[in-house]
């Protein structure tokens, strides 16, 4: 068989297969439950998801550029916070939501400058920041979380187009927005390349360290964008918010088919992996599993994962 015809038959048999066991976990999951597959549930699980998935977008693009970002939880603390503190000294709400959004794309460009600048590997850079970030949250609160905002900001969560929740209705927004990006823009092909072969991509006149630092500042852009959804929904803004995020983002990313290797994945792919997480969980959930025996089921599918995406890279190198 030509070896193009069996790349292309790996990757996007990998995708098409996510989505297959996507289906398959729902009919499980139904067939044990009949609770889950009721309209309200699956708006529950959409709306659970969503975090999660918008997260998963930014760190979608810094998989595919061959990067790792573990402080997207803790961006999403800190922006929280300082979003909040922002609408409780009376500043108008979009002033209010751009400091939000402006604080998770600052720590995403300082992460970029690191890594590009400072040439810290991402894993040592994101991991630091993961720290600064929380410490940071946690001293300007003084380890306190504050509640109390204004209807107009909750209805960012709890607001519904159509009946569908808000955050569903905006996370649809930015999949759209992220898929034209990476598939028609100058950004998204430059993060294939850059992921794909970066010495390439330099000798082929591409500014990578630019590129590079614009991506880190995208995920940050979207874990700030997340702080603002998950503060509206639960009415308060916690400094120990978004524990654990990353490795929920990452799993996403790469359940969804992006090869930690950098070069390949898709926003859709991800979409499909926020969901199996989502589903997941709340099946679980609904069939009463404890929340350890969960820990042990969602790790083991993250490894199996990766462990497919191995594979199927030793296949499209052979």
Not at 24 to 37: A, G, T
Not at 126 to 149: C, D, E, K, N, W
Not at 219 to 234: H, I, K, W
Request: glycine share 12%; aromatic share 8%; proline share 3%.
């Amino acid at each position: 068989m030509n070896k193009q015809i069996k790349n292309f038959l790996i990757h996007h048999g990998r995708q098409f297969g996510t989505l297959i066991g996507l289906f398959v976990l729902i009919v499980v999951l139904w067939i044990f439950s009949p609770f889950f597959l009721t309209f309200s549930n699956l708006l529950n699980v959409a709306q659970q998801t969503s975090i999660n998935a918008i997260i998963a977008v930014g760190m979608t693009f810094v998989i595919i550029s061959a990067g790792i970002d573990l402080s997207v939880g803790s961006i999403v603390a800190l922006a929280g916070v300082v979003l909040a503190s922002t609408l409780h000294r009376g500043v108008p709400l979009p002033f209010a939501i751009m400091m939000g959004l402006g604080v998770g794309f600052l720590c995403g460009l300082v992460n970029g400058i690191l890594i590009t600048q400072g040439r810290l590997p991402p894993f040592i850079s994101t991991l630091g920041m993961m720290s600064v970030a929380r410490g940071t949250a946690l001293l300007f609160t003084q380890g306190r979380p504050i509640s109390g905002f204004s209807a107009d900001f909750r209805f960012l969560a709890t607001g519904e187009i159509l009946r569908i929740p808000m955050p569903v209705v905006m996370m649809i927004m930015i999949y759209i927005v992220a898929h034209f990006v990476l598939k028609s823009t100058k950004l998204g092909r430059y993060t294939y390349a850059i992921g794909g072969n970066e010495e390439a991509a330099i000798l082929s006149g591409v500014n990578v360290k630019f590129y590079k630092t614009i991506v880190y500042g995208i995920c940050g852009l979207f874990s700030g964008t997340a702080a603002v959804l998950l503060s509206a929904r639960l009415n308060s803004a916690q400094p120990i918010a978004g524990m654990m995020y990353e490795l929920d983002a990452i799993a996403a990313v790469v359940i969804g088919g992006s090869s930690l290797m950098g070069g390949e994945g898709t926003v859709i792919g991800t979409l499909i992996g926020a969901f199996i997480m989502g589903v997941l969980r709340n099946g679980l959930n609904l069939l009463g599993i404890s929340s350890f025996i969960q820990q042990i089921i969602i790790g083991s599918v993250i490894i199996v994962a990766v462990l497919v995406d191995m594979a199927l890279k030793k296949h499209q190198t052979s």
